[in-house]
Structure formats: structure tokens, C-alpha cells
């Protein structure tokens, strides 16, 4: 199994690049860790999204942040060629707790929701196993794992070349 910052830069990197061909600003991309697993996990990283002034309220906007949080997680299983449930491995469970709250008011019986997430990441996996999309996770992650933290422009400048493309 590959180390835990590679992971970490999959995960991160399937965040942004879905956001980013969603129209969001990636913001920040940073990879990070620790060393005293007792107390911290130690795998760690950070996307930040801003996506600009929306209705918070709309369906789209619902879809797209829904989207960007579980890419993240299903860009990992993909890496890790695992069909990992988000709700179950340890370090998707917050993405996957966050997917839940956002989805709470939408969509509120339970059973349903879990159907109407575990859809978007079916489809998540379809789309981002494609060539282009997955090249552009890939060249995002490289670029992660090589700086540790990426601000804006550099990441603007990553994804914009394979955005066109996929």
C-alpha cells in the first residue's frame, strides 16, 4: 500500500478538481500530517472551496458542494482500486459525515439519504475513472506531494490545463 501522503494527496486532489470543473476557486490545497498517531490521525490534508456568491439554498448548489466532498473519498478508492464505503473507512468518515449534514435538509429519511449519496458516488467513480479526469486528480496530487500546499494560482494553473480536456 502506498504512504499515507500519497493517499492524502489523492483525496485532496479528487476534492479540487471536481470543485474546480464545478466552478469553484480552489482556494488552498495542503497536505499535512503527524506524527503521533495516539492522538491525531495521521493522514491529513485540506481543500478549500469558495464558490463565490450563491443561493446557499438552491439544488445546484446543493449538488455541486455535495459533489466536491465526496470526490474526495472516491478519488481514494479509486487510487487505492477499493470500493470503500465513505461512511466506514476512517479517513473518508468526515467527508462523509459532512455529505450527511449538508444532505440532512433535503433529503431527511435516512435510508433515502444514504441511497442519494452512495448514488453520487457511484457516479462520482464513473466520471473521475475516466482519462482525463483521472490525469488531472493525478497531476494535482503530483504537484501536492510536491509543495505540500498549493494557493490559488498555482492551482489555477494545474487545473486549468486539463479542465479543457475533460
Avoid at 466536491?68 to 464505503?85: F, K, N, Q, S, T
Amino acid at each position: 500500500m502506498d504512504d499515507h501522503d500519497t493517499l492524502t494527496a489523492y483525496h485532496e486532489a479528487g476534492h479540487a478538481v471536481v470543485a474546480y470543473a464545478l466552478g469553484a476557486t480552489v482556494e488552498q490545497l495542503r497536505l499535512g500530517g503527524f506524527d503521533d498517531a495516539d492522538e491525531l490521525p495521521q493522514r491529513f490534508g485540506d481543500c478549500r472551496v469558495n464558490w463565490g456568491r450563491v443561493d446557499p439554498k438552491t439544488d445546484w448548489q446543493l449538488q455541486r458542494e455535495l459533489l466536491a466532498v465526496l470526490a474526495g473519498p472516491v478519488a481514494e478508492m479509486i487510487y487505492r482500486d477499493e470500493p470503500l464505503h465513505p461512511a466506514l473507512d476512517g479517513p473518508s468518515q468526515g467527508d462523509w459525515a459532512h455529505a450527511w449534514e449538508l444532505c440532512r435538509a433535503a433529503v431527511p429519511a435516512p435510508e433515502l439519504r444514504t441511497r442519494v449519496l452512495e448514488s453520487l458516488i457511484a457516479s462520482l467513480r464513473q466520471t473521475m475513472q475516466r482519462d482525463a479526469w483521472w490525469a488531472a486528480i493525478a497531476a494535482v496530487a503530483d504537484e501536492l506531494l510536491a509543495h505540500e500546499v498549493l494557493d490559488q494560482e498555482q492551482t489555477d494553473e494545474t487545473l486549468s490545463f486539463w479542465i479543457g480536456r475533460i
